[in-house]
């Protein structure tokens, strides 16, 4: 399975390597709701959170689905800037209909809020289907979604507010220390774009990143087949320490495709027993499980959405999950009469980082 991006065209600036404050804030803030998917980070998730005022913990929590299972568009920018208010003024001129739909992907967990479809702030019909999206995700983000459709401009002002007091709190002592990382990565990727051009330049961001035989694409190995074209203004690749060891792809319709990248590598695995190896490895020899698993990778679903997703029968979905738990690789816990699957990233990093990197891109 892979994304295609349309690159065809002038040969200069298809690809653009540059630093984002905004996007690396992201990271951090998904590194925050989800710490186990970097365990490397643990210790500077828990002392960071040890530090958050309540209020700011409280304001994370309310937004968190813009960043916690996948990233909303506007907080991967195409066009970094210096600084991390310059990139804020850049999403404060996103129109309110672009925002909501963007948000309301992440929210509602899917990509069932499509570019093109009536708005939800103004067709009751598609504002009804987005809230009970949202619902079936759970009450934080029923809660978020209402407010968002309510009131977009409230709701954009406090994000902001969040992202401004993520700033004082942890953030730029953060991207300082992360700085030097940053801008000896682009340095390496511009020369080897520069002398060796495009092919060599993406090759050194990912295994899972190529080009085309034609030149005209760049090849992701991502969870689902898709197309998307740049039209021209080219391709943004902005380097992370934060986000190791996800490659993070905008490629929404409307959007310049963006591709943020793990600068650091990934560290050696612990052993586990050949007994358990034997049997994750039979499990995941399905390839119908091993796309469960990388969809279960991004956040909880249900045996539903799963099947709605991959367009098969809950009863199929079912039994996949079940060789998937008796191998010990999924964890599972009810909320109402709904039953979550989400992925054991502890057992998953155990059979090995190429594995853990391929489900978690």
């Not at 401004?164 to 682009?186: M, P």
Request: some cysteine; proline content about 8%; aromatic content about 4%.
């Amino acid at each position: 399975m892979t994304l295609r991006i349309d690159i065809s065209g002038p040969p200069s600036g298809r690809l653009r390597f540059a630093a984002s404050p905004l996007a690396e804030l992201t990271a951090m803030l998904h590194v925050l709701a989800e710490p186990g998917h970097h365990p490397g980070l643990a210790g500077w998730a828990g002392d960071v959170r040890a530090r958050l005022r309540p209020e700011l913990a409280e304001r994370l929590g309310e937004a968190e689905f813009l960043w916690r299972s996948s990233r909303a568009d506007f907080l991967v920018p195409a066009r970094p800037r210096p600084t991390l208010a310059a990139e804020l003024d850049d999403v404060d001129r996103i129109d309110d209909e672009t925002y909501v739909r963007s948000a309301l992907v992440t929210t509602c967990g899917s990509n069932r809020v499509r570019f093109g479809a009536p708005s939800p702030l103004a067709d009751a019909t598609a504002r009804g289907r987005a809230l009970d999206l949202a619902q079936a995700r759970g009450p934080l983000q029923e809660a978020f979604a209402e407010r968002l459709l309510a009131d977009p401009a409230a709701v954009r002002a406090r994000v902001r507010r969040t992202l401004e007091q993520c700033a004082d709190a942890f953030f730029d002592a953060a991207w300082t220390s992360v700085a030097v990382r940053i801008a000896t990565d682009l340095r390496l990727k511009n020369d080897l774009l520069r002398r060796q051009g495009p092919g060599a330049a993406l090759a050194s961001v990912s295994d899972a990143v190529t080009l085309a035989p034609d030149g005209d694409s760049i090849v992701v190995d991502k969870l689902q087949d898709n197309a998307t074209a740049a039209h021209g203004a080219g391709t943004t690749f902005l380097p992370s320490v934060f986000g190791h060891p996800h490659l993070v792809v905008v490629h929404a319709p409307g959007w310049q495709p963006v591709v943020q990248y793990p600068v650091d590598r990934p560290s050696p695995a612990e052993p586990v027993p050949l007994e358990t190896v034997t049997l994750r490895l039979t499990a995941l020899a399905h390839p119908v499980r091993l796309r469960l698993l990388r969809t279960l990778a991004r956040g909880p679903h249900t045996t539903g959405e799963l099947a709605h997703a991959w367009e098969l029968s809950p009863p199929e979905v079912s039994r996949h999950l079940a060789v998937l738990r008796r191998a010990g690789l999924l964890t599972a816990r009810r909320r109402g009469r709904y039953v979550h699957y989400s992925l054991d990233l502890s057992a998953t990093a155990a059979l090995g980082t190429d594995l853990l990197s391929a489900v978690l891109r």
